[in-house]
């Protein structure tokens, strides 16, 4: 399975000139924690998380509204292509480590944004099925009866 086909593709975004105060906002109002910063060709430039606003912005006693996300954001984020395999985006992001990666298209612009939870229920739902055909086998065919 490929990371474009599980990878969310509604992702909450950021332009690196925005102040830290408009994302902070945007991650409220939408529930989110994290923001994928694109370009104006929207490709990923980098991440700003909610973690980062509060280290990068409100401990250092920075103006959230004056801070623009290009100066606090994780900047050039690792990606995925959307025929990435699962197991390929899940050994990067285990290097990294990191718990989300922008998926891509064929032009480097965000495809969706792929998360170490979105693989985790992949994985809980394959080992319930496959728990639910062992369960379901008759156990006389099991021992070649």
Do not use: N, Y
Request: charge should be negative.
């Amino acid at each position: 399975m490929s990371a474009g086909r599980i990878c969310i593709r509604e992702v909450d975004t950021a332009a690196p000139d925005e102040s830290a105060q408009v994302a902070a906002g945007r991650m409220h109002s939408r529930k989110v924690g994290t923001l994928i910063v694109v370009d104006k060709e929207q490709r990923p430039v980098g991440i700003v998380t909610d973690r980062d606003l509060t280290v990068r912005v409100l401990a250092q006693g920075r103006d959230g509204g004056t801070t623009p996300v290009a100066e606090v954001m994780t900047a050039a984020p690792k990606t995925v292509s959307e025929e990435t395999p699962i197991e390929d985006a899940l050994r990067l992001m285990r290097s990294g480590p990191f718990r989300r990666i922008p998926v891509v298209d064929s032009g480097g612009a965000l495809a969706g944004l792929l998360s170490l939870d979105d693989i985790l229920d992949l994985l809980a739902e394959e080992f319930a099925e496959i728990g639910r055909l062992i369960h379901s086998e008759d156990p006389a065919s099991l021992a070649g009866e």
